[in-house]
């Protein structure tokens, strides 16, 4: 079957440094994707990763190793405003998006 | 970047009764929008593919003649949820892949909040 783990909650303070580890399970794997969500809002995308190694995207870096079927999102220099859910999300070959249950992020002051 | 549009944003309506939803993408073209429902504080559900000019493919214990899809155009989708019950009440959320980032990058509508009483 398909699975993707994910911790459900994270809280950190303004600045600190966040790291979401996600696991998933799946037969036909074609890449792991991050999005964040806003309460009430659209899920927005963050990174992706098809191949093993880091991707770096400003604050955001996310992590994937193919062969561990394991990656993680990295939050750095974290503000108020990255408060929200972060998913993980594999593609599998038909394109379509499986996505994990969220982790929620609070970051306090 | 690519943008979604949904609407309603909310919609409120009486058991029984039909609701449509539209996605549309407003500035690509999108031979296939995904369908999603999401319950609060829970992951999102892939319920369907859309597929311009061809029915849309559903996901296993999605029932297609309660969640009616269209997709008329490269730019427009609808999903009707007929007969809705109060069960069927959820965030509902389209998206598409505009397919030129190269990172199978989904932009997402703002989603329709669907409350049946």
């Known amino acids: 079957g398909q699975s993707l783990e994910q911790p459900s909650e994270v809280t950190a303070v303004e600045g600190a440094i966040v790291q979401i580890n996600c696991t998933y399970q799946?037969?036909?794997?074609?890449?792991l994707s991050w999005y964040q969500q806003h309460d009430g809002g659209a899920p927005t995308f963050l990174s992706y990763?098809?191949?093993?190694g880091l991707e770096e995207t400003g604050r955001f870096s996310s992590f994937l190793s193919r062969s561990d079927s394991y990656g993680y999102l990295l939050l750095q220099e974290l503000q108020m405003k990255d408060s929200a859910s972060y998913f993980c999300?594999?593609?599998?070959?038909?394109?379509?998006?499986?996505f994990g249950a969220g982790t929620t992020v609070t970051v306090r002051a | 970047g690519a943008v979604v549009s949904q609407h309603p944003s909310r919609v409120i309506c009486k058991s029984g009764t039909s609701v449509k939803i539209e996605c549309r993408s407003l500035?690509?073209?999108?031979?296939?929008m995904f369908w999603y429902r999401q319950f609060p504080k829970k992951s999102l559900m892939l319920m369907a593919t859309?597929?311009?000019?061809?029915?849309?493919?559903?996901e296993q214990g999605v029932e297609k003649d309660k969640f009616l899809i269209n997709h008329a155009s490269l730019t427009l989708s609808t999903l009707t949820v007929t007969s809705a019950h109060p069960e069927d009440s959820s965030f509902y959320i389209c998206?598409?892949?505009?397919?030129?980032?190269?990172?199978?990058?989904?932009?997402f509508g703002p989603g329709t909040r669907l409350t049946v009483l």
């Open positions: 998206s598409a892949d505009p397919g030129t980032s190269g990172r199978n990058e989904q932009f």
């Open positions: 799946t037969s036909g794997f074609y890449g």
């Open positions: 990763n098809a191949l093993d």
């Open positions: 999300a594999f593609i599998s070959n038909d394109y379509k998006l499986s």
């Open positions: 500035d690509f073209q999108a031979t296939t």
């Open positions: 859309s597929n311009e000019g061809s029915k849309a493919t559903y």
